[in-house]
């Protein structure tokens, strides 16, 4: 039976290559905001962390290895982190992933209700769009915890 635990720091090569073997943001990994999802030999199997921008936290770097996709681990990494946040949690994602992060209660954030943090990218997103880039993430955020 898989494990759901904190990640160690021994865990964080396999997290790091996760993350890059799923073509995610590297930036701003610390394996001491993640939890990890790990089979009886230790091997990570999938991945995800909360990362804090100023007073705001967002889910991020949620990663499964693809032969084990489809078992619900990425379910219980978001169930684990919703269950430990004291204050609204923001993601982004995928538009494609929507569907996904609301069905655990997360919505679209409005423009209005964005924390610093996220107008910056989406800022940054509007431009890469204006040189001819394809569309950028979506922004989501659940407040009831």
């Given at each position: 039976?898989?494990?759901?635990?904190?990640?160690?720091?021994?865990?964080?090569?396999?997290?790091?290559?996760?993350?890059?073997?799923?073509?995610?943001?590297?930036?701003?990994?610390?394996?001491?905001?993640?939890?990890?999802?790990?089979?009886?030999?230790?091997?990570?199997?999938?991945?995800?962390?909360?990362?804090?921008?100023?007073?705001?936290?967002?889910?991020?770097?949620?990663?499964?290895?693809?032969?084990?996709?489809?078992?619900?681990?990425?379910?219980?990494?978001?169930?684990?982190?919703?269950?430990?946040?004291?204050?609204?949690?923001?993601?982004?994602?995928?538009?494609?992933?929507?569907?996904?992060?609301?069905?655990?209660?997360?919505?679209?954030?409005?423009?209005?209700?964005?924390?610093?943090?996220?107008?910056?990218?989406?800022?940054?997103?509007?431009?890469?769009?204006?040189?001819g880039a394809?569309?950028?993430?979506?922004?989501?955020?659940?407040?009831?915890?």
């Amino acid at each position: 039976m898989e494990q759901l635990r904190p990640a160690k720091k021994e865990d964080f090569p396999a997290i790091r290559a996760l993350i890059n073997s799923n073509h995610l943001n590297p930036t701003g990994l610390d394996w001491r905001r993640f939890a990890v999802i790990a089979d009886e030999q230790g091997r990570v199997l999938a991945c995800a962390q909360v990362k804090p921008h100023g007073a705001a936290l967002e889910l991020a770097s949620l990663a499964v290895v693809p032969g084990m996709r489809g078992r619900g681990l990425a379910r219980r990494l978001i169930e684990y982190w919703l269950e430990r946040s004291q204050r609204p949690l923001y993601l982004m994602c995928r538009p494609e992933l929507e569907g996904l992060y609301a069905r655990f209660g997360f919505r679209t954030a409005g423009a209005g209700e964005l924390p610093p943090y996220f107008r910056r990218i989406l800022r940054l997103f509007t431009l890469l769009r204006w040189l001819g880039a394809p569309g950028g993430p979506l922004v989501m955020v659940k407040k009831e915890i």
